[in-house]
């Protein structure tokens, strides 16, 4: 069971408990959660998970493990431009930490291929670079306890280096 204040992923969102309450209506525990970067926004979730939707923040040892591993993680090739959608959406939303950079690092290949052929950015790619980007760096900012921003230049830098 997870406590007050503590950080946990529900979906794919970072969110904190901010207090355990007992429905009254059917006497169920439920954790209330808030988005970390939605704090308007007020989640209701049993405590029991039976659905599997509540899941532990990756730890400070598994971050830096996977910000290591980012230069052998292969973004995805011959993608068809028919199924590429289709193809980040279940990366998005069924896959791991690593599933995450795949589709980081993709469509960031593929918007850098346009701008260098001096063609417009596809809008579907930046969208899920966009996606991917905020589901991995705002779980890896609270494991590191970075911010958002200082999360994605570390672990540009990081990268560089490991590359270099």
């Known amino acids: 069971m997870y406590k007050e204040n503590e950080y946990v992923v529900y979906k794919k969102d970072v969110c904190k408990i901010k207090e355990i309450r007992k429905n009254k209506m059917n006497g169920m525990d439920y954790y209330i959660l808030v988005p970390i970067d939605d704090e308007s926004l007020i989640i209701d979730v049993p405590v029991e998970n039976k659905m599997g939707y509540l899941r532990s923040i990756i730890s400070k040892e598994e971050s830096n493990k996977l910000i290591n591993n980012i230069p052998n993680i292969e973004p995805l090739k011959n993608i068809d431009d028919k ?17 995450l950079i795949k589709i980081i690092k993709t469509t960031y290949l593929r ?23 905020k589901y991995l760096y705002n779980e890896i900012s609270i ?12 672990i540009i830098k990081k990268v560089q280096e490991l590359t270099k």
Request: aromatic share 14%; charged share 35%; proline share 0%.
């Open 83 to 99: 199924y590429v959608e289709k193809t980040y959406k279940d990366l998005l939303y069924n896959g791991t930490h690593e599933d």
């Open 111 to 133: 918007n850098n291929n346009r701008i260098v052929n001096n063609k417009k950015i596809s809008e579907k790619d930046n969208d899920y670079f966009i996606k991917a980007e």
């Open 143 to 154: 494991s590191l306890n970075m911010s958002f921003d200082e999360t994605k230049n570390y």
